[in-house]
């Protein structure tokens, strides 16, 4: 079994910051991908960041600067820092982690349970 907790989400004025954790746990023999999603309310899903074993980063054009993707791969865990966070970045926060399972062939997308992330204006 794996499991994905995620932690950080919270409430915070425009223009202030938080930073997201998502730590795996479980029978995991590695990590490849990692990234951070969002869902606002009647949107879909959308990629914030995502971030390569290697520390090859991408992210969003609506948090490019704002944003930084980093990870600790000898704890399993994701960070999403945010900064100068506006009313618009308000959503659920998804961690998504593609994991090879230890004596289990393949690598599979797991899912954290979602945090809320409230800006107000």
């Known amino acids: 079994q794996v499991q994905l907790v995620e932690s950080g989400g919270g409430l915070v004025q425009a223009g202030g910051s938080l930073r997201l954790s998502c730590a795996a746990s479980?029978?995991?023999?590695?990590?490849?991908?990692m990234g951070w999603y969002r869902q606002a309310p009647g949107k879909q899903r959308e990629l914030v960041a995502a971030i390569t074993r290697g520390g090859s980063t991408n992210y969003a054009d609506s948090v490019k600067g704002r944003f930084t993707i980093s990870r600790d791969n000898a704890k399993n865990t994701v960070y999403l820092q945010m900064n100068k966070l506006k009313f618009e970045d308000t959503a659920v926060y998804y961690c998504?982690?593609?994991?090879?399972?230890?004596?289990?062939?393949?690598?599979?997308?797991?899912w954290g349970q979602g945090t809320q992330v409230t800006v107000s204006s």
């Open positions: 998504k982690n593609s994991i090879v399972r230890v004596a289990v062939p393949g690598e599979y997308d797991y």
């Open positions: 479980g029978s995991i023999f590695s990590i490849n991908n």
